[in-house]
């Protein structure tokens, strides 16, 4: 289904044990080893242990693989449900030897004399016996007795054994002491460590011959760890759940949303129940109809999805009724209703703040009352676009704002607007929002020209209430250790993808999640974003307005900088509202310690820093509340 939008050759995370796909873990090198060994040096016994979906069986095979051109030859029983005479006779046949007898002498002396030719050949016969731990006691007891065969000096069969963990326990048994004796090599295939998971996953897709790069973030693959334990089958499982929910999204970066979605569809789990209590208390706050809306959006989701297939129904219908979280979550991101999990923007979760505009933005101001009433009936016009085959790169889903939605904030809290001009007082409004900040009224920010909204600075505007910012000179990248929401202007290289004026709301490694007044909320490759920067802009709340503070000051502002260093274990000493020696020695460390330049004095990057000691809750770009995208 996903193949041709990812640029693959084939599915990538089959369950059958390919072994073209075997990952060589060190373990699995280990394995591997132990088994030439035992074969090589004609230990007699080996077996292999391992947890379902460890990779035995793919061990195997790579191993038929790299010796059958060798002078090995190999008989090899998947059936373990056998009795012992089936057994023998499903060895024969497995070698090829051609024989009527029906008794157990008779199979055995046509394998003993099989086994002298090949011997006297100079050929190395083996017997592979895969889920040994069905096998009943007494049919273990014949495959000891099939190793008896053997010259004065050399045995003339190798056996492994491969089962999982209960093996040697059964094993253990008295009645099979004699065999449990003659296992010389053993070996036990334990499940991938958590750090060699991307290197399993990247080996997967590279076999598969992928033509596109999909990220996995550091998240996705925490919770694919975490639900796999790192058994290879497991991650197989959940990384081709979480391709088809990356492939619903039009999206070549898999996130951690999209795992937990796959979990929980492999697990029959919700994915948020671990958030059911706080979701169940944000509806009670919000009052949304969820199930009325979800049940409006599906149907027309799946029949939009259905007519576009082109044929795919049966396939569609099939999935889609399989993939219900997937589809509320493609709504949600597309503007249409939002998925069950009860977690809503921050505008539904608290209160906004009102703030006032600048005089000149009063005029035809509505009420606070007003403007939310026509903000709880706007709507986002649905645009479901298909993927191409082969897309050359990532690009955000395009769902521009439509007359009805201008000016107005959408269920991201972004500020929605129709011309780029437009953009930067709309994103500078979305910034502040995510603040929990937002204006009573958009004052006639409509009606502005080009010209007129060139002239306008909201930042500057709102001064007053705390907003500051600086720009960010040393570029994208070492901006994001702040970790706050940034404004962004893109490059006009950029703007084929993204307004001229952006919000970067969060990150997880190589996802970026962009709120833009146009395209609504997007997510864009980190490394991609980075090319496509002209200007970041660092706004944070600075009620105290630390950096205009100053050596010598006194009063009540530098004793309350004082008791937040105090409390983080800079400041040593009484809290005397005096900023002399001691304070700056406390804020010497407190820059040192932030890895910012070590002055003693409060810049704008230290007043940063600082503001944030006063806003345990601050918004940031790697943790903290969800947001639907």
Known sequence: MYNKFFGLEEAPFNLTPDSRFLYLSRQHREAIGALLYGIQERKGFIMLTGDVGAGKTTVCRALLRDLGESEIEFAVIFNSYLTDIELLRAINDDFGIDSTAETKKGLIDALNIYLLERFNQGRTC???????????????????????????????????????????????????????????????????????????????????????????????????????????????????????????????????????????????????????????????????????????????????????????????????????????????????????????????????????????????ATTATAQAQNAASSYVRIAIDLPEPEPPKPEPRKNPVTQDTAWKYDENGILRVMEPYQTQAAAVLSLLSVWRVRPANMGDLHERDAEQMAELDLLAANYGLGVAWFDAEEGLEKALVYDVPLLLKITPEGQDQLSPWVVLRRMEGEAITIHDPIWGCSIVQRSWLSRRVATVRVVYFDQLRLNQVLRGEEGERVKKLQQALKERKFYDYALDGNYGRFTEEALIRFQRYHQLKATGEIDARTALYLSLLFHADHPRLTEGEELPL
């Open 126 to 364: 083996v017997l592979i016996i895969d889920e040994a731990q069905n096998m009943a006691p007494e049919t273990l007891e014949q495959v000891r007795m099939i190793s008896n065969l053997e010259t004065e000096s050399e045995k003339l069969i190798q056996i492994v054994l491969m089962g999982q963990p209960e093996l040697n326990d059964i094993m253990a048994l008295p009645e099979l002491e004699q065999l449990n004796q003659r296992i010389t090599v053993r070996y036990h295939l334990k499940p991938l460590p958590e750090d060699e998971v991307p290197a399993y996953i990247r080996h997967r897709l590279n076999r598969a011959q992928a033509k596109i790069e999909i990220n996995w973030t550091p998240g996705a693959l925490r919770r694919i760890f975490e639900h796999s334990a790192g058994v290879p089958r497991k991650i197989n499982v959940v990384c081709d759940n979480a391709l088809m929910a990356a492939y619903v999204a039009s999206s070549y970066i898999v996130d951690e949303r999209m795992v937990r979605q796959a979990v929980s569809e492999i697990t029959g789990k919700r994915a948020d129940d671990s958030r059911a209590s706080k979701g169940s208390r944000r509806r009670a706050q919000s009052g949304a109809p969820k199930s009325k809306r979800r049940r409006f959006w599906l149907p027309l989701t799946l029949a939009l999805l259905l007519i576009a297939a082109g044929g795919g129904a049966y396939y569609g219908l099939q999935e889609m009724s399989r993939r219900d979280m997937g589809v509320n979550e493609l709504l949600a991101k597309i503007g249409g209703a939002a998925d069950d999990s009860g977690i809503e923007s921050d505008a539904a979760a608290r209160p906004p703040v009102v703030i006032a505009l600048p005089p000149e933005l009063e005029t035809g």
